[in-house]
């Protein structure tokens, strides 16, 4: 009986040991995990400020996010990340809620944060009426979505318009179908267009964004609407002149991937 005893002990006190080992390995997972630079999993230390606004010093990308740093006007810069978007230099920007890390550090950047804040997303100031620009799909929320493909527009696909604008005359001029037939060979080139603004969707990401038809391409296809970004303004049913540079399979996320637009445009004419 002594002996049963002392075998119950030692099976305790080996059980109590096994469990305390299983918590230091969770708890060495965990750790592992908050720095390997894999956002989604950090676990925060403290909310976030109520309010956290400045201009953006600088960017950086990783793992789908945007790193920011913003001087809030104090002489401090607050660093941040919010889901992957577009965002300059330069911008006055407020952040989305969010929470605090200390001393995160990040495999992918290679480099350790003092404090960082993981926030939801951020807004544009300046800009009546700013989409968050941490969600693509939040931003383009406010355009009539067409039932049917996402080629080239990402489900904003305007319908066929009845016109017939004629090409260019550049030396890089394209119609709007030769874009999308050539947008393999056209990627990271300038180009000019010519076409008649069917829809004009304003502040998104910073951007203006046109959709331009000439008549060409395909409406089975989705290949007769192209998107354009530019800081310019056009009016709808404007026809224009644009130069800009071509991206092809631009993927946005949230579901937004563009075969082809053309980006960062000015209006020549």
């Not at 017939?164 to 709007?176: D, G, L, M, P, S």
């Not at 000019?192 to 964004?209: A, D, E, F, L």
């Not at 046109?210 to 970004?229: E, I, K, M, R, S």
Request: charged share 20%; with cysteine.
């Amino acid at each position: 009986m002594k002996m049963r005893k002392i075998c119950c002990f030692l099976s305790g006190l080996a059980l109590l040991f096994g469990l305390s080992a299983c918590g230091n390995d969770h708890e060495a997972s965990t750790e592992s995990t908050s720095a390997s630079g894999s956002m989604a999993e950090a676990p925060a230390s403290s909310a976030a400020p109520g309010v956290v606004k400045g201009k953006v010093l600088e960017t950086m990308e990783a793992s789908g996010y945007t790193y920011v740093s913003l001087d809030d006007g104090s002489g401090n810069v607050v660093w941040a990340a919010v889901p992957k978007t577009v965002v300059e230099v330069g911008e006055e920007v407020t952040l989305q809620g969010g929470a605090v890390m200390s001393n995160f550090s990040s495999k992918t950047l290679n480099r350790t944060f003092d404090s960082i804040i993981f926030a939801s997303g951020l807004l544009r100031d300046g800009a009546a009426g700013a989409a968050p620009g941490g969600s693509f799909a939040s931003a383009v929320s406010g355009e009539e979505m067409t039932a049917g493909g996402s080629s080239g527009s990402a489900g904003n696909v305007v319908e066929f318009a009845p016109v017939k604008v004629e090409k260019a005359t550049a030396a890089n001029a394209q119609t709007v179908a030769d874009v999308f037939t050539n947008a393999a060979d056209l990627a990271t080139k300038k180009i000019t267009v010519r076409g008649k603004v069917v829809k004009v969707s304003k502040n998104i990401m910073g951007k203006n964004w046109l959709h331009l038809q000439d008549g060409t391409g395909d409406p089975a296809q989705n290949t007769h609407d192209l998107v354009v970004t530019t800081a310019e303004t056009a009016e709808k049913d404007a026809t224009v002149t644009i130069e800009g540079t071509v991206a092809a399979n631009k993927d946005f996320g949230a579901g937004y991937k563009y075969d082809v637009i053309v980006e960062d445009a000015v209006i020549v004419q």
